[in-house]
């Protein structure tokens, strides 16, 4: 990891605390009403810090993919390319099978809203709130 990376990384960093201390824990479902795919995973690891594996996997069943993951990004340079390219790409194909699923799913931890993104309100006429 370079100086730019952990720049980037701060500067992510920076902008989720801003934004949290703003009430908005989660700016895709602030603005869209749609869960991200994300969704559940800093409550996940909660749970897991208080040794309840139950109520982890519950919040996010993949809460233990980061993991690996960033060991893939860590170890890049002493991978070869090819490890490296289908590990990430198993753990994006992964993450993105189980987020469809959830999305699918009934439930509190991932919702499908988008009337109740912001995006949506400001549209003009029936769809959104405002009106001409």
């Not at 992510?12 to 700016?27: D, R």
């Not at 069943?61 to 060991?71: C, G, N, T």
């Not at 490296?84 to 809203?113: D, K, Q, S, W």
Request: proline letters at 8%.
């Amino acid at each position: 990891m370079n100086r730019r990376d952990v720049s980037a990384l701060a500067g992510i960093a920076l902008l989720y605390l801003l934004i949290e201390s703003l009430g908005v824990t989660c700016p895709i479902r602030f603005l869209t009403g749609i869960s991200c795919a994300g969704c559940g995973m800093s409550r996940a690891w909660l749970s897991l810090l208080r040794l309840d594996f139950a109520g982890a996997l519950r919040f996010h069943p993949l809460f233990w993919l980061p993991i690996p993951a960033a060991a893939l990004l860590l170890l890049r340079p002493r991978l070869p390319k090819r490890v490296f390219t289908v590990g990430l790409a198993l753990c994006g194909a992964l993450f993105l099978l189980v987020y469809l699923i959830r999305l699918g799913l009934p439930g509190e931890i991932v919702v499908f809203a988008p009337q109740e993104g912001l995006i949506w309100r400001l549209l003009p006429g029936p769809i959104g709130k405002l009106h001409p």
